[in-house]
C-alpha cells in the first residue's frame, strides 16, 4: 500500500514499511538515511544520485523481501 500526504510519502507491505520526507528515508527496521527528490529526475539516497524509477524499484523489491 502506497500513502502520499502533502510531507510525507509512506509505502506497507505487512508489517514493514518506509516512509520518506523531503529530507530523509526511515524504514521499519529502524535505518534512516538522507533522501531528496531531485528536479532532474533522480533521487539522492544517503549522498548517491541514482535514476528516480531504479530508486522505486530498489527499495520496494527491499521492501518485499523483509
Known sequence: MIEFGEDEIVVRAGGRWV???????????????????????????????EEMDFAAERITRELMRG
Do not use: C, I
Open 19 to 49: 516512509r520518506m520526507t523531503h529530507r530523509e528515508m526511515e524504514s521499519s527496521d529502524g535505518g534512516r538515511e538522507g533522501f531528496a527528490l531531485n528536479e532532474d529526475g533522480t533521487v539522492t539516497l544517503d549522498g548517491k544520485m
